[in-house]
């Protein structure tokens, strides 16, 4: 049936836009994750939402597989055929255009294989910005099938909060548009926030009209070390308490400060190897920005040692630059990681990166990090943490030999452990990757199979064949 | 079929708990709305999920028609049983207990009965607030329907932002929790988006765990006053296209000015009637706003006469008992309307009010304010304009003789031309009151056929009798 489809898909779209050379195929068996490695039958380049409808129709036709990928950053292997279901990629790499931006509106329209850093550069001259900041080479697309947000996701929401509308090709080949530009909506049921987040296993994506925001015009970075993980989740539930309103607030643990300042040369540039927040303060005036610092100052107390609430440093960026070098140690911190295995010897092909992502209610930050830190030593696994901390989401970086088994199951099950105590804590599983191939098992266990159970009747009534994405989210069959 | 149904459960839920009085039904039979009453077959008082479980399975065995209410103050017929479908009605209200506070995450558990009032008054001694205020008598599980908003959407967001958790009752008597507590998540489906804003066409809302806020330190109103419609959309569009956040901006046309006049008989004490914006400034220090009160002088202009800006009065209310007046006084618009037909010697069992409410992209605010006044004017039909102006949510509300078949007639002409006006601005017939049973045809203008076709699949494998709030939202067979 494979052949037979890809023959079709020949005559229909011609030869040049279907690819099935073996290095290709291995180009694209992979994400930026540790899952298993997998290549897919063909890789189908597509130009237009005309071009994705024919490839659906056809996969349709033949019960074959498909899985729509841009940006390929995903962390838990949704671009990756399972090996039970097999599948053929359809690359959005080339629907890569800004329709429009209305300007005046903050919206603007954008095709799915839009990478958000292109937009942001797109957008900046507008004084303009879309806030969702995942991983550099992301795309509109995916963003939206994981449900994507980063570092601004506390102040300005998730992709759910950020996609206005969408149109989106169904197994059919019926194209839906799920809503109008209007940033309010009681419109019948909420199709634009079924698709985002339903990670590629309903339909495909084919543009985007996507809610903006105005930047700032002042913003202020403030780096604030403290004794103890304990210490810096402290100050973050003390800041989400008060409502304080900040432009970002992200934590990275010592582990973290001391895998960035691996690759700083001078010893004079490191830094002081302590968790750490970056607070990014903003507003319209500089008035705005000093009641902040104030603010801030108040709940981190003074830095002495001696002081209950443990502040160690508290240092304002004297420049926009050093500001954008902050932000971007911070960025750097997940490929950073690595680093902190950089005497193992292990090649660039083996070394991997396992990522939690949970989310917990704000009052469990503290127990939350300080578990996950004891975890990780007690397990002697290697790791870092950084938390988009005002969302109380935390990644621990595991750093591991995706070639070992027994590295791999070690990590899983601390995967597992810290995605269980999340739970306990009124928790998630997963605060912005989604649930791929990896947390299967554990968002049963968060939402309870009543609830998969539905997703899966949702499923079948808008993908009856099981074509889209198979073998993500949940299994297509329940096993009750 | 309905006999033994009833029957049923009076034997499952005692006699006393069925209700089938006339006079009960007959009060049962309408909502706040101008829509054509119709009575149930008789009214289910439930206690406890354990309750709404039985009524649901019960009334999916002899497929009976069920609609859950509440606060029973819908604008769009949603508590109604259609002529066609008939339903019972599940009474709510004694489900209206608020289960659990979580202070420190700002989030709180509640049963669909508790009404936004109550639940402000419990939560003000904790300085927290739950953001959506609908109309004053409206239950958490309506407000969940119909994705309801208000006021504080534009700053806060709506329903769909602020709910984080539900657990609902399926037709089947199967119960769903649709997400934990945590505030962001990428956790399978958006099931809880699915649900916000159904109308009760899919489930029963059990249990809404909600998003709360903190009350902000500092608050002050400004009420401003333009020549002209045009000159008060220019202020609004303004203020958003330069991000200014402010915690509320009300718009309300001279019409609406004029009908709270009548009933204020010191004439020393009546407003200007003149298009009308409240904003309410909010922070965390006077001199926020300080700030906000000067940029919004930049944005009105100076008040005289000949201000291109048309400013005809800036002025900041004095007291919190000042600012309170003037939310009171626009809160009041709703029911202040009738008052514009006072003279007609219209009963008020007859005289009812039909309301729009379109949403349109910021930059189309002003020529909806406009051409709304103008078609008014230009039909001979007596309304008032308000508007949840930094959303571009309007709404007309037409006081008209719902026992006059001509006028309900121009009414619904009118709302059908506002809306597909709305629609060519790329916006929406429904900002926050939903669809229901009065703008069905204009759901399907909106999102096309093939959206529509996708939510009645949904709706076939969630509720296959179609027993939850038939005729709602969308025909239960296609006409295709």
Known sequence: ????????????????????????????????????????????????????????????????????????????????????????????TSMDKVMDVHAEDLDCVVQPGVGWVDLKEHLEPLGLFFPPDPGAAACVGGMC????????????????????????????????????RATKSS?????????????GTLGVITQATLRLRRIPKFTAVVMAQF??????????????HDGLILNRMELMDAHTIQSINISITDPAKQYRQFPTILFECAGSSQSTITEQFAALKEITGPVEASSPKGCVGF?????????ELLWHLRKR??????????????????????????AVPISHIVETLTLSRQDLDHHGLTGSIVAHAGDGNLHVFLVIDATNPKEVADAQAFRDRNARMALQFGGTCSGEHGI??????LLSEEVGVEAIELMRKIKSVVDPNGIMNPGKVFELKSNL
Chains 1, 2 share one sequence.
């Open 1 to 92: 049936m494979i052949q037979e489809c890809i023959a079709e898909l020949k005559s229909l779209l011609g030869v040049d836009r279907i690819i099935t050379t073996a290095s290709e195929l291995k180009r694209r068996s992979h994400d930026l994750s540790y899952h298993e490695h997998h290549a897919p039958h063909a890789v189908i380049v597509v130009e237009s939402e005309h071009h994705v409808c024919l490839v659906l129709k056809t996969c349709n036709k033949y019960k074959v597989p498909v899985i729509a990928v841009a940006g390929a950053t995903s962390l838990e292997g949704h671009t990756i055929p399972t090996i039970t279901h097999g599948a053929i990629i359809l690359d959005l």
């Open 187 to 199: 419109a019948g049921y909420d199709l634009t926030r079924l698709f985002v987040g339903s990670e």
């Open 145 to 180: 099938g994981t449900n994507c947000s980063g570092t601004f996701a506390w102040r300005y929401g998730t992709m759910k909060d950020n996609v206005l509308s969408l149109r989106v090709a169904l197994p059919d080949g019926t194209v839906v548009t799920t809503r109008r």
């Open 333 to 358: 911190a997940y490929f950073a990681a690595k680093d902190l295995r950089k005497d193992d010897k292990l090649t660039s092909h083996s070394m991997s990166i396992l990522t939690t992502d949970v």
């Open 315 to 323: 240092h304002a960026a004297s420049s926009e630059s050093e500001s």
């Open 227 to 240: 004794q103890t993980l304990k210490h810096a989740g402290d100050a973050v539930a003390k800041v989400v």
């Open 436 to 441: 791929g191939i990896g947390k299967i098992h």
